[in-house]
């Protein structure tokens, strides 16, 4: 028996649902009750909140998530084996845990949950940044989601939350900070998991803000930093050449000079870009 709740440890659920992990799955398991239950405390206030959890494997966060007050949380897993430790959990928690198999980049989540909704996960890196993007950019905001608590890759992680003139500045950077506030709230060495990565991991949390720091189209913006860092070294003139013909013009027109490169470029001059791209 653990502490947290009255199932039994992780690594005899493991065991006895022989949940190996599979690298193709991109399986690095938190076995450590007090760690998730830390996670899931990263993840805000839970009570009165449904949690969406992706791939909760053997279940480590998703005690966290429960233990924490999380009032639901649904979870949607892709590896059919960790159902049945799955279901242990929600038999454990009655009422309280809804468990989808599944692909998380297939499945709309939204008819299962109800507001207020936070978002939990520790996913495999390529699915977890495929995800942030979507959560980041639905054609609507504020979206469903108050928060999103996310484990990443500590380089990706950095990249989230980077400051312009810094080599992590992009794309990912610009999309999660005109939104939402993001913040690294804990680092992990590899030893945290089971098996461990190569490389260390960070959890990153994000608010989603009531409105857009700064006003911009959403598409044209995203148009305008992709292109801008499609090119990172060349300046801001030539990157954006096939943007608009009269490029010059219009950077002129939100106050930056053509000779700048992406990385240099704020926040705020982005959103100033795309709306003199948008503009008559
Ligand atoms: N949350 C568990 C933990 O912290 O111990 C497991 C973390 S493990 C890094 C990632 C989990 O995501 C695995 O259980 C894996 O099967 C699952 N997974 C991988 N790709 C997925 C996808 N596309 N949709 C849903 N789950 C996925």
């Known amino acids: 028996m653990n502490t947290i709740d009255s199932l039994p440890p992780l690594r005899e659920v493991i ?18 009750l007090n760690l998730t239950a830390k996670i899931a405390r990263q993840a805000g206030d839970l009570t009165g909140c449904d949690v969406l959890e992706i791939g909760p494997g053997p279940g ?34 009655p ?65 989230i939350v980077a400051a312009p003139g810094s080599k992590a500045y992009g794309r990912l950077a ?13 680092n992990l060495p590899p030893e945290a998991f ?15 803000l009531p409105q857009p720091r700064y006003p911009a189209d959403a598409a044209v913006l995203n148009r305008v930093v992709a292109a801008a860092f499609n090119q990172r070294r060349k300046m801001l003139r030539s990157a954006l050449k096939g943007v608009a013909p009269d490029i010059e013009d219009r950077l002129q027109a939100a106050g930056l000079k053509p000779t700048e490169r992406a990385e240099q470029i704020s926040l705020e001059g982005f ?10």
């Open 60 to 93: 480590g966060l998703t005690r966290g998530l429960l233990s924490e007050g999380a009032r639901r949380v649904l979870a949607i897993e892709k590896d059919a084996r960790c159902m049945p430790a799955l279901a242990e959990i929600a038999q454990a928690y």
């Open 174 to 186: 610009l999309l999660a900070q005109w939104r939402a506030d993001a913040q690294i709230v804990l």
């Open 15 to 32: 065991d006895t649902h022989d949940l190996r992990a599979r690298k193709s799955l991109g399986q690095n398991f938190l076995l450590d």
């Open 95 to 159: 009422g309280r845990l809804q468990v989808i198999e599944g692909d998380a980049l297939d499945i709309d989540p939204l008819a299962h949950l109800t507001p207020p909704i936070r978002v939990a996960a520790n996913l495999p890196y390529n699915v977890g940044t495929e995800l942030l993007v979507r959560w980041l950019t639905p054609k609507d905001w504020p979206p469903y989601w108050q928060s999103l608590t996310l484990m990443f890759q500590r380089e990706v992680a950095q990249r």
């Open 194 to 208: 089971t098996p461990p990565p190569k490389v260390s991991s960070a959890v990153v949390h994000l608010t989603a």
């Open 271 to 280: 959103c100033a870009l795309a709306r003199a791209v948008a503009a008559p």
